[in-house]
């Protein structure tokens, strides 16, 4: 692989190369460091770069590996979370003036877990402020849409969408919500997986709600996020929510073979308000798969319209909870929109939180039903990647009725604990062409099978191959 | 919040209080118990189950 290529190969492929010690870490750190040197200025993913660090572990990996101690698939590869996980010793913000200077003495599960399989932190991503706060008034700047500068990468894991989908690293984790991996997965034209509730540890991760939070994997190709997920999949001492279940070997689950698979293709809401290119590009993908050997079989999703409105109460009061102390005490410091969202949470009564926390159960119970006529559903993400321009000047954005708004895909998820996984399915037409994802869910705890679809789609399919039209 | 700044934030407010309207005006039948409930009885039992209880 020439130097120049190194940065638009997947990961799963440049970890067989250091494997073989056809190539270094040394020679993968340098090639990305050069990426993010070249076309970070313009994308402004990046929070922190982790520059001499990652060339010392590099140095450390390749006399690692040339001694014979080969850790695994992610040893010597570069990897970067969202700035919401705490690494020791490296500042950790959060998106946040408030935590800007903030260095943990402690690091999070998730990033632990990869520097123990091996890999190497090249650098934190911007997060909008604590997963909660405007794209515009980003504390630490306007992340950007490596299709299109002036597109937004969406959120509020902008930074791993936009590092990930600009080829600056081939590794990295988001959290999510709300839709916070998978809305930039689609903007940024990448994979992105949102676990299973439990099935990856939340220590050391920022919370915005403890009920509602997942962390997981945002690559270019399904292969390295089967891989990523792997290692930091499974039980924590240290977070109390997270499942004794099996890790299964999700590499195994990339079979290519869909026959008979039943795709549940939602009859109601979730394609409301999507842009017809949009959902053309999703009904296509669900025809190529149609052809592969899969079923598609009609779902509903009864009270599907409800579940964004609960989660919001959830979702908000949660926050508006964790930050209490904060809120009291430095109001001020927190971006405009973060500090209104908080405060206007207050107004939730306890009542109507413990009736969105029962209306949760109702979605569970609704979940179970979907998941006896399917092996998993598929659905759209988004309307593709919004303009970015100041929030005054978004037409209507604020006083958009919810009946106008295209369909809140993502919820479904967050409130019940299923995991959910995107994958890019076109392009608009354009200009400017921007990328389109396709949305899979599955019963609790079957990521192998959203590997499996996911997979098989892509290796069907050009889309992961495209390259963004980025120059230093 | 002094009276000032519920102004300021008044269009949040309503904006919040009118995702509300559709999770109040939900029919939820009274057997119905809180997710977290359920959660905390999935993982007791779990626990009793690895305790042999």
Partial sequence: ?472 | LTGERLEEIRPSIEQQLARLEAVRGFDLDESVEPATVFLLKQSTHADLRRTGG
């Fill in chain 1, 1 to 472: 692989v020439a130097d120049s290529e190194i940065v638009f190969q997947p990961a799963s492929k440049l970890g067989q190369l250091i494997k073989t010690r056809k190539l270094s870490p040394v020679d993968v750190v340098r090639a990305y460091l050069d990426r993010i040197d070249a076309v970070d200025p313009k994308v402004g993913a990046f929070i922190t770069i982790t520059r001499e660090q990652a060339l010392r572990q590099a140095e450390e990996a390749t006399k690692e590996i040339g001694a014979g101690r080969y850790r695994g698939p992610l040893h010597g590869l570069p990897y970067a979370p969202k700035d919401m996980l705490a690494t020791r010793g490296v500042r950790t913000t959060n998106g946040s003036k408030i935590t800007a200077d903030w260095i943990p003495s402690y690091e999070s599960t998730v990033t632990a877990r990869l520097n123990d399989a091996g890999a190497i932190l090249i650098g934190k991503l911007h997060s909008v402020e604590f997963a909660l706060g405007s794209h515009w008034r980003a504390p630490f700047g306007l992340a950007r849409n490596p299709w299109h500068l002036d597109y937004s990468p969406s959120g509020s894991s902008s930074g791993p969408g936009a590092a990930v989908g600009a080829r600056m690293t081939p590794l990295a984790i988001g959290t999510d919500t709300g839709g916070s991996i998978r809305k930039p997965a689609h903007s940024c034209g990448i994979v992105g997986l949102k676990p299973t509730y439990g099935r990856v540890s939340r220590f050391g991760v920022t919370t915005l709600s403890w009920t509602l939070d997942h962390a997981g994997p945002m690559t270019t190709t399904v292969a390295d996020n089967a891989l990523l997920l792997q290692a930091i999949s499974g039980a924590d001492p240290r977070d109390g929510s997270t499942s004794a279940e099996r890790v299964p070997d999700f590499t195994g689950a990339l079979t290519g073979d869909i026959k008979g698979l039943r795709i549940g293709v939602p009859t109601n809401y979730f394609f409301d308000g999507i842009e017809d290119e949009t959902a053309a590009a999703v009904r296509t993908a669900l025809a190529r798969l149609k052809e592969m050997g899969a079923v598609l079989v009609d779902v509903t999703v009864a009270n599907a319209e409800l579940i964004g409105p609960a989660s919001a109460v959830i979702r908000l009061s949660e926050a508006a909870s964790f930050h209490e102390k904060r809120l009291k005490k430095h109001a001020e410091l927190f971006e405009p929109l973060v500090r209104q969202n908080l405060e206007a949470a207050s107004f939730y009564s306890a009542l109507d939180y413990i009736r969105a926390v029962r209306m949760r159960s109702v979605f569970i119970d609704e979940v179970r039903r979907v998941f006896e006529r399917c092996d998993v559903m598929a659905a759209p993400v988004a309307n593709p990647a919004p303009k970015l321009e100041p929030e005054a000047a978004r037409s209507g954005a604020a006083t958009k009725s919810p009946a106008s708004s295209p369909a809140d895909t993502f919820n479904l998820g967050n409130m019940t604990g299923i995991p959910a996984i995107v994958v890019p399915c076109g392009f608009t037409a354009g200009p400017p062409s921007l990328p389109v994802g396709i949305q899979f869910y599955s019963k609790a705890f079957d990521e192998a099978t959203l590997f499996r679809v996911a997979d098989a789609y892509q290796s069907a399919t050009e889309w992961h191959k495209r390259r963004p039209p980025l120059t230093a």
